[in-house]
């Protein structure tokens, strides 16, 4: 609460909002997984350029992924069951790591390259973010509200003023919400 230039009382309204921080974290690592099978996984040779069958399936699970972290932070945007995200995830996890433990015919005598750590990291991001989505994690973020004006009263703003004694302060004997009926012209009472 604070006094307004002008005088008048503005309120100050907290607001805190919950977000799911699963969905967030899945995105993330199904991007990072998307992005590395554009870069070097086996010397210069990127995934399009060794895998025959495994790029396109690593590159629809990220976006499956995608799809489904997008229907779990908007419900009415849910285009995939969120049970079947475990299974994505699973997947392209399994797939990232076989592929760097075997590593395919093209890419004999190769090392592991940038993009081969960097689709595993998604993998396991994909991974983490999973579990906070099955367990519900979240943050709340206190956002602050708009200011806005507080109307007054007139019953409540006609306070008597207080004492520096503390003694308590008389009261007038009418009622400021049922005023004393006036005698009409003529009556006597």
Known sequence: MRDNPAGALVILERVNRRFD???????????????????????????????????????????????????????????LDRRALPWIVGAAFVIVAYELLDKPPAASGQELSTGAWLSFGGALVMVAGAVLSLTRVSFAVAVEGRERPVQRVAAVDHRPPPTE?????????????????????????
């Open 21 to 79: 921080i699963g969905p967030v974290v899945i995105a993330v690592g199904a991007l990072l997984l998307l992005i590395g099978l554009f870069l070097a996984w086996y010397g210069d040779f990127n995934a399009w350029d060794v895998f025959e069958l495994t790029d396109l399936l690593l590159a629809a699970l990220a976006v499956a992924a995608i799809v489904a972290a997008v229907g779990l932070l908007i419900p009415d945007a849910e285009l």
């Open 165 to 189: 004694t503390g003694e308590p302060v008389a009261r007038s004997s009418t009622s400021l919400l049922k005023p004393k009926e006036q005698p009409e012209a003529g009556e006597t009472n």
